[in-house]
């Protein structure tokens, strides 16, 4: 067999091994959402999930001040998003607004992390109404999940009809 012919059939072998082997990318997703309105729920989301949770924590605060730790799994990442360091609405003066901040990284991620062909994903937002509704509506509308797979306060009755 020529080196050629190696490399061929070595590549073939990983080809139908990635065929048939789950990999990283059909793995179980989270992506947890919540403004300091809902932080105490926030942490219990979190002690709910499984070690092997692998995803996103945004936490929108209106200052650094408000900025603390959240004992996450070893997979999950936390960014907190601080209000009085964003600006509202693009090219005004406006200061950022309650949910405006974790829209934007929750949509953004949304958008780079669960597009495509994703095998599962769970969802959980908590907080202010308009940024929760908002997001709720980019998952489903715009990216196409499932409103079974997106978990919000009971109260907002969103995705219920």
Avoid: K
Wanted: with cysteine.
């Amino acid at each position: 067999m020529t080196s050629q012919n190696l490399a061929l059939s070595d590549h073939a072998d990983h080809a139908s091994h990635t065929a048939r082997t789950a990999h990283r990318d059909n793995a179980l997703s989270y992506l947890l959402v919540a403004d300091d309105t809902a932080f105490g729920e926030l942490e219990l989301a979190i002690a709910a999930l499984p070690l092997c949770a692998r995803g996103r924590v945004f936490v929108e605060v209106q200052s650094a001040s408000d900025v603390g730790v959240l004992a996450v799994p070893p997979r999950m990442t936390v960014s907190w998003l601080v209000r009085d360091s964003r600006s509202g609405a693009p090219g005004t003066a406006e200061s950022c607004h309650r949910g405006t901040a974790m829209e934007r990284a929750a949509t953004a991620w949304a958008s780079e992390m669960l597009c495509g062909e994703v095998g599962d994903a769970h969802v959980w937002l908590a907080g202010e109404y308009r940024g929760v509704a908002a997001i709720h509506e980019f998952l489903t509308e715009s990216l196409g999940l499932p409103a079974g797979v997106v978990t919000t306060r009971e109260a907002y009755r969103l995705g219920v009809h």
